[in-house]
């Protein structure tokens, strides 16, 4: 097929994903913003006028990033988890899978819808976090938050397309979400430092993948890291190489999709 040819097939994966998210807006989007509000007046506003500062910073600005991405997180994941096992549950996925899409295409549009899914709501997250905290973020700062929405929107897309191979129902789309994933985000240091823990649990918490998500995007947006933000890109990158390379392979063989 021609590079064009390509391009087609990707981009009606994507447009269809992006147009599902902005039809039902007051679904997909507007729940993550009045959730997110919610967290800010009370953790960052009653809570944290209790707390005072956190590592040297306002409270506020401290959990910031973490609301953030979280939110970013949560919509890249549950957008491809239900498209996905939707699209198992009405048979539509084997159309996709006999038509000449390739199996890299599909991934990719797949995630990109849940990757765009996750920016939208992240930059309204974020301009909810400036009403509420007025944080100030520079031009190098920008670049690094927009990375981090991209990357982190891509991982959790993934993850959300593999739980969706996996589901054989629709109260499994949950399962994941609810008993890994939420933990993970609140033991990430989203409302701590990793310093405010005792040395045993600061050692426990590096093993968390999701440790290093947040610290990256704390770094992105205050300048402040536990660890060197470095090891945590380095981190990210190689969990998404992971997670692309098993959802090729369980596309490629088939596996929960031919029946």
Known sequence: MTFKEYWIIYYTILRKEVVR???IWPQTLLPSAITISLYFL???????????TMDGFGYMHFITPGLVIMAVINNSYANVVGSFYGARFNHSIQELLVSPATNHLIILGYVSGGVARGFFVGVMVTIVAGLFGGIAIGFSGLLLILLSFILCGTLFS???LLNGIFSQSFDDTTIFPTFVLTPLIYLGGVFYGLSALP????????Y???FYIVDFVRYAFIGYSSVNPVVALVAIVLLIAILY??????LSRGIRLKS
């Open 158 to 160: 993934l993850g959300g």
């Open 199 to 206: 040395p045993f649990w600061q050692h426990i918490a590096q």
């Open 208 to 210: 968390n993948p999701l």
């Open 42 to 52: 009370i953790f960052g506003k009653v809570v944290g006028a209790r707390v005072g």
């Open 245 to 250: 390379s098993l959802a090729w392979y369980l």
């Open 21 to 23: 998210v902005l039809r």
